[in-house]
């Protein structure tokens, strides 16, 4: 009798794992707006504990958007006391710097401001616009007056915006608006002693 063939081994079907959820390949708006909640950053959070708020970089809409909401958690924190804010910034759009000028301007404590490395078209506008007599730069800080579309390429700036700029500077600093527009037009940095005989700032920190 010839052998018979012998019938295959049942194999039974494997566990397929569950596939992971999907994941956004870029931060969420709710999980970058945790800059404020307690134990997001370490940094941060001792800062805004000593009332010390730090504008860096190029202040676009959502830097000024974080500064201008900083500003008002201390404020609402404690109205008495002052809060410091240090600028290391290279510039940005003009709309972004009259927010945080505005908000300055608002809040009950007086905003005192410290140039810290440089401090560009609008990142100068908000140093300048601290409380008058608490604005200061560190011994080596440069300064320099430029048209605040430039870091962004912009042909034009916003109706008006040009000239509430121009005004502002020339309240902070007591020059002539016509100098003003003429100093922008050159670049005209400044070392920080020059930029207390000019008005930008107060003193030297």
Partial sequence: MPPQPVPPLPVPPLPVPPLPA????????SASSTVLVAGADPVLDHLLDVRVVHVGGVLDDDAAQRVCARLRLLAARDAR?????????TGGPAGAALAVVDTMELIGP?????????????GLL????GAPGKRTATAHARLTLLTPAEPFGMAVLAPGQRA??????A??????ADRITADTAARRWF???E???????????
């Fill in 110 to 122: 007086d905003v005192a401001t410290c140039v810290v490395g440089a401090a560009a078209g609008v």
């Fill in 164 to 169: 509430d700029v121009v005004a502002l500077l």
């Fill in 171 to 176: 309240a902070r600093t007591g020059q002539g």
């Fill in 22 to 29: 999907p994941q956004p390949s870029h931060p969420t708006a």
């Fill in 191 to 193: 070392t920080t002693p």
């Fill in 195 to 205: 930029a207390i005989a000019y008005g930008l700032v107060d003193g030297q920190a």
């Fill in 81 to 89: 006391h002052d809060v410091v804010l240090t600028v290391s910034c």
């Fill in 126 to 129: 908000v140093a300048a616009s």
